[in-house]
């Protein structure tokens, strides 16, 4: 019999997205009530730093696609 893990079965799945989710809810809500202390006005805006992030995340992902990869990229039968 072969060993299972944490993350075999999907409803362990569902149940680690829905806590990470809640996670990441009570840190946005919370950034709406600390006080900030930025050294530029749109640091202090709500959610900055989340929305951020995220558009950092995308723009490094589609750069790596559309422009990187062509530039490292070797056709199929390189190595042949």
Do not use: S
């Not at 799945?13 to 530029?40: N, P, Q, S, Y």
């Amino acid at each position: 019999m072969e060993k299972e893990y944490l993350f075999d079965k999907p409803k362990n799945v569902k149940r680690f997205f829905v806590l990470f989710f809640i996670i990441l809810g009570v840190f946005l809500a919370a950034d709406f009530v600390t006080a900030k202390h930025g050294e530029f006005a749109w640091e202090n805006w709500p959610g900055f730093y989340a929305a951020f992030g995220f558009v950092a995340f995308v723009i490094l992902v589609f750069g790596a696609k559309y422009i990187l990869r062509p530039l490292v990229k070797r056709r199929e039968d390189y190595y042949e």
